[in-house]
């Protein structure tokens, strides 16, 4: 069973912050986004040896990049010695929420400092580079929905790091059936060597699969829909050695899905939906509205618990959310 171990809070928290918009967490070490407090902020919290977690460190960007409306900490992931922010309503130039996306490294002495600023060499206004950010060893992911908006509809930018360290786009990807305002790109996640893409804006909302080959090239592997219309399939997705999740947090009258997709020889199978067992059904969904939105976030861990969000759920008549975890 789970129980709660601790609470955590900003040192510094203010009104309308959003700590918690955004989570991650990696051995000993918890980071969290606060997406809308200042210039935006990250929290790194570590666990102590008394198993107690303690902030030892607060992110922002770098001063001259600022604005109160960044979105610094609107996405975010930890790997090992590594922390990535995205920032996607940043200005680059002239170019008003274009994004852009921070790498920290851990040295030696335990602080995480910045090593690197990532733009697309190809941004423009309303890209939204680093909607969506995921990392795995020296792989990173970034999700740009805005990005070629009217043509591709959205793009998926990845970097490889070098040998000096510095991390290099080596790969745009788009959809293999590019549509305009789809927001290709609005979710990505990451394993091995494999990559999901969430598409959430178009007649049947859709995730992608990539498998890359040894020469560094990615090919589109499968297309997975849910078959329904008129839903937000592909607003969430995770990845974890051979399964992929995909979250829908408005379909159907129960408010919210999540299905599983294992790997079966080549092949991605869906092998389970998710629904809450006590999900509302009394109007149906859309904001404003009474809905649970579960599958609004989704995450699977090495061993395949998966973890699904549902920020509507009428918790006490309060509609404060909940966390489902399976097995």
Request: charged share 15%; net charge negative.
């Amino acid at each position: 069973s789970w129980n709660l171990v601790q609470k955590l809070l900003a040192n510094d928290g203010m009104l309308n912050d959003r700590f918690g918009f955004s989570v991650s967490i990696s051995n000993n070490y918890i980071i969290v986004g606060a997406n809308k407090s200042q210039l935006g902020s990250v929290y790194i919290f570590e666990q102590n040896t008394d198993g107690l977690w303690n902030q030892v460190q607060q992110l922002i960007p770098t001063l001259d990049d600022g604005g109160p409306h960044s979105g610094f900490g609107n996405s975010l992931a930890i790997s090992n010695d590594y922390i990535i922010v995205g920032a996607d309503a940043m200005t680059i130039g002239d170019a008003n929420n274009a994004g852009a996306v921070y790498i920290y490294e851990r040295n030696t002495d335990g602080l995480w400092n910045e090593v690197q600023k990532l733009i697309a060499d190809d941004g423009a206004v309303l890209s939204g580079f680093g909607n969506s950010v995921a990392i795995s060893n020296n792989i990173i992911v970034i999700g740009s929905p805005g990005t070629d908006s009217y043509t591709l509809g959205g793009a998926v930018y990845i970097f490889e790091q070098n040998t000096d360290g510095l991390w290099s786009n080596t790969v745009k990807l788009s959809a293999s059936d590019p549509s305009p305002l789809t927001s290709f790109g609005n979710s990505v996640a990451i394993s091995n060597d494999y990559i999901i893409v969430g598409r959430r804006k178009s007649n049947l909302r859709s995730a992608y699969i990539f498998k890359r080959n040894v020469d560094g090239t990615w090919d589109h592997k499968i297309k997975l829909t849910s078959g329904e219309v008129s839903d937000n399939f592909g607003y969430s997705v995770s990845m974890n050695n051979n399964y992929a999740i995909v979250g829908d947090h408005m379909s159907g009258d129960i408010n919210g899905s999540v299905y599983i997709y294992e790997l079966q020889g080549e092949s991605w199978n869906q092998v389970k939906k998710l629904q809450a067992s006590d999900g509302l059904t009394d109007s149906p969904p859309g904001y404003g509205q009474t809905a649970n939105y579960f599958g609004g976030s989704v995450y699977i861990d090495s061993s395949n618990n998966v973890i699904v969000g549902a920020v509507g759920d009428d918790v006490n008549g309060a509609m404060s959310g909940s966390v489902y975890i399976y097995r």
